[in-house]
């Protein structure tokens, strides 16, 4: 594929993937995280700087983005399986922490393709979220007390 950017012919069914134009180098870096912890801006960023850095046709592009996820998932899988010891060939090769960031690496690829599928990404996890919540808190059970931020797991988990 050509090093530039394809753009869709007018024959070609419109796609939710657009192009976005890349930031000017003069613009200052802005920081990775906003003070009050909302992930969108950065996942924002991150969908511009793929979208400018695409070479794929835009309904390419959109599908690739959604089988990042399942790359990502195997990505944890790999790293329980490490860090459980469970190949006897390998032994013990990752850690809990090695966990922890390939969940974040999916939760991040899913907000990254969820904003390709829509500019409204927020509102729609948002929405979505309340309906599970309330869908799985409806029949008869309380709502769960989350715990204080310095617990790590909801079961006993240690590091080898």
């Not at 657009?18 to 990775?32: I, V």
């Amino acid at each position: 594929m050509d090093d530039e950017q394809q753009t869709p012919s007018p024959a070609q069914p419109a796609s939710p993937v657009e192009l976005a134009e890349p930031a000017s180098p003069a613009e200052p870096a802005e920081p990775a995280e906003p003070a009050d912890g909302d992930p969108w801006p950065t996942v924002e960023r991150l969908h511009a700087w793929l979208d400018a850095h695409n070479q794929q046709q835009p309904q390419a592009a959109l599908l690739l983005r959604m089988l990042k996820l399942s790359e990502e998932v195997g990505e944890v899988a790999q790293a329980v399986i490490g860090a459980t010891g469970q190949n006897p060939r390998k032994g013990t090769t990752h850690s809990w922490d090695d966990v922890r960031a390939e969940l974040c690496d999916v939760i991040v690829t899913a907000m990254v393709a969820l904003r390709t599928l829509t500019p409204d990404a927020a509102a729609v996890l948002a929405d979505h979220l309340r309906r599970v919540d309330e869908r799985s808190t409806a029949h008869g059970g309380a709502k769960t007390v989350v715990p204080p931020a310095g617990r790590r797991a909801s079961v006993p988990v240690h590091d080898h």
